[in-house]
T-cell receptor, first 113, second 112 residues
Framework: DVKVTQSSRYLVKRTGEKVFLECVQD?????MFWYRQDPGLGLRLIYF???????EKGDIPEGYSVSREKKERFSLILESASTNQTSMYLC????????????FGPGTRLTVL | DQQVKQNSPSLSVQEGRISILNCDYT??????FLWYKKYPAEGPTFLIS?????DKNEDGRFTVFLNKSAKHLSLHIVPSQPGDSAVYFCAAARFGNEKLTFGTGTRLTIIP
């Protein structure tokens, strides 16, 4: 079974703090993704990575950065958290073929006060 | 600009009846479509997919229909069961592109 884990289920941070969200997958997948899910907006892609040290912007990259130093780990960084970044953050991974399934982690509910 | 739309935020269906979830897209370059199911406090899980060379794909109780000319797809669940109560997202992609574009989701409630 594919396992995608996220470091925290719930996180509360203050405005201006630097926030790290970690994601680890155990299936040697090339591609990893970060989404945020908001009511009425569905899942929106923030960043994705198709290889170690490689990254591409998704649809809403502003205010975020990412890091992929190892194949199994993909980190999402909020350099200076703001209240409009309060959301559910979902990580996903998949192998290299475009039609393969994305496997999601359980999500991190981030609240920025 | 929402390229994938699910116009019904919620749907309630009696247990045993058919559930029909709809999805529209605007980008004619999409050639692969997927449905994901999401329970509260869990990540989405893949349900069923269809490529643009087909107009129907079936997997047990789940069938996805694609109408390319209308840029419309639908997910049929027959018969509906209480465990089908979840949020359903449709997603679209282009072959060779790793990105998925998701719809806004439809919350399906199956009434016992």
């Amino acid at each position: 079974d594919v396992k995608v884990t996220q470091s925290s289920r719930y996180l509360v941070k203050r405005t201006g703090e630097k926030v790290f969200l970690e994601c680890v997958q155990d299936m040697d997948h090339e591609n990893m993704f970060w989404y945020r899910q908001d009511p009425g907006l569905g899942l929106r892609l923030i960043y994705f990575s198709y290889d170690v040290k490689m990254k591409e912007k998704g649809d809403i990259p502003e205010g975020y950065s990412v890091s992929r130093e190892k194949k199994e780990r993909f980190s999402l960084i909020l350099e200076s958290a703001s209240t409009n970044q309060t959301s559910m953050y979902l990580c996903a991974s998949k192998v290299g073929t475009s039609t393969d399934t994305q496997y999601f982690g359980p999500g991190t509910r981030l609240t920025v006060l | 600009d929402q390229q994938v739309k699910q116009n019904s935020p919620s749907l309630s269906v009696q247990e045993g009846r058919i559930s029909i979830l709809n999805c529209d897209y605007t980008n004619s370059m999409f050639d692969y479509f997927l449905w994901y199911k999401k329970y509260p406090a869990e990540g989405p899980t893949f349900l069923i997919s269809i490529s643009s060379i087909k107009d129907k794909n079936e997997d047990g109780r789940f069938t996805v229909f694609l109408n390319k000319s209308a840029k419309h797809l639908s997910l049929h669940i027959v018969p509906s069961q209480p465990g089908d109560s979840a949020v359903y997202f449709c997603a679209a992609a282009r072959f060779g592109n790793e990105k998925l574009t998701f719809g806004t989701g439809t919350r399906l409630t199956i009434i016992p």
